[in-house]
């Protein structure tokens, strides 16, 4: 922790440097909490450069809280698709919807009812109420703790808990309190670009004779690792039915209320969105699909289908690396099931779906070019 009377100079460093070098983001171009939000959200386990298109037309197409709490649910779930993790879209129609009900469609000031937002924890409660309203309230994640533990050579679990709540405390008593929404920006800014994980540029750091992690020789090697949970391997069959018009289908989005951990948790897996009929195995793939379409498809208890294998597609979630053996089977008719959809094979990609989905889809539609050519 920094001497008080060095916080003046640290504070002017920083808050310069940022003024200067800032990147120009588009949400930095506004004051709007709403858009200050999104951005938040959005960047959540997201790069800079992926979540600027995203950003850029979901504002185009929700320019307010109102409009984005009065469309369906999967048109927000489209303007997504493709950005994954799917809770934070649907946390953010949810929380907009509590915004009009309750305050008149105004991102709130107060803390506690930004806390009571879904999705809204407090490092994002903090980012939006300063940036926004420039309210004195430090931001505290994984940048910032990071820029935070090598300033003070803090070893040792970051995200340990009595860990977390000094860092807290540091960074309540490093926030300028006369600029905390730039402050804030300058802190996440430093440990976006210089202070980066690996390879800290201290040469071009602008507080960097504050920093006990360079002059210890120590800071590369600040945060100290987590133990990573162990990853478990899971092997999926799904089946791609498509009838002679191309068209698939689908099934709806899992409407179980409470949330599995098990790793082949399926509905899980597909983000709880439309998704191809998947079913986890253990043995052979071929076997235990047919058994499970038995189930599941009327139609084949009786008929004989043929199940194309489609080779192997790779995905991960987390601490999962899923196998999935996906399957193609070709009917005239589509068979009817309660609550499934039709939808062209081909358009998938448009559609609000995981890109686990996306990948069965993709490996059909490779397997059908070749098809397609012969004719
Ligand atoms: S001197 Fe290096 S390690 Fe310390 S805050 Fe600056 S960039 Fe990070």
């Known amino acids: ?15 310069d440097w940022f003024r200067q070098f800032r990147r120009d983001l588009p949400w930095r171009r506004t004051r709007d909490p709403y858009r200050i939000w999104l951005s938040e959200i959005m960047l959540q386990q997201t790069r800079v450069a992926a979540v600027i298109p995203y950003y850029e037309r979901f504002v185009d197409r929700f320019p307010d809280i109102h409009t984005l709490a009065e469309v369906p649910e999967e048109e927000v779930l489209r303007q997504w698709s493709g950005l994954g993790y799917y809770s934070r879209a649907r946390n953010l129609q949810k929380a907009a919807r509590q915004i009009v009900a309750q305050h008149g ?42 820029v935070l533990a090598r300033l003070g050579a803090l070893r040792g ?23 905390p929404a730039d402050w804030n920006q300058a802190m996440m800014e430093l440990g976006a670009t210089l202070c980066a994980p690996k390879s800290p540029q201290c040469l071009l750091c602008p507080v960097a004779q504050f920093c006990e992690g360079r002059k210890l020789s120590i800071a590369e090697s600040l945060p100290e690792k ?29 409407q179980e209320k409470n949330m599995q951990d098990a790793p082949d948790h399926i509905p899980t897996l597909v983000s709880r969105m439309w998704h191809f009929p998947t079913v986890s195995v253990t043995g052979n793939p071929a076997q235990q699909l047919r058994r499970f379409l038995r189930d599941f ?9 043929q199940l194309e294998p489609l080779g192997k597609v790779r995905h991960s979630v987390t601490y999962r690396a899923i196998t999935i053996a996906p399957f193609l089977v070709n009917f005239k008719q589509l068979p009817r099931v309660p609550n499934a959809k039709r939808v062209p094979l081909r358009e998938i990609s448009s559609l609000p779906v995981s890109n686990l989905t996306r990948k069965v889809a993709c490996a ?5 070019i070749p098809l397609a050519k012969k004719r």
């Open 1 to 15: 922790m920094l001497h008080s009377r060095d916080f003046a100079v640290f504070r002017r460093q920083l808050l």
């Open 105 to 146: 469609g105004q991102f709130p000031t107060k803390l506690d009812e930004a806390l009571a937002l879904p999705g809204i924890g407090n490092y994002m409660a903090a980012a939006i109420l300063s940036i926004a309203y420039g309210e004195r309230l430090a931001v505290l994640d994984g940048n910032v703790a990071r």
């Open 157 to 179: 679990d970051l995200r340990e808990s009595r860990r977390w709540q000094e860092l807290q405390k540091v960074a309540d008593a490093y926030l300028d309190p006369e600029s």
């Open 226 to 254: 987590r133990k990573k949970r162990a990853t478990v391997e899971v092997t999926l069959a799904a089946v791609v039915l498509r009838d002679t018009n191309g068209l698939t289908l689908l099934l709806p989005p899992s």
């Open 297 to 305: 498809l009327p139609v084949a208890k009786h008929a004989k289908f």
């Open 364 to 368: 059909a539609l490779a397997a059908a």
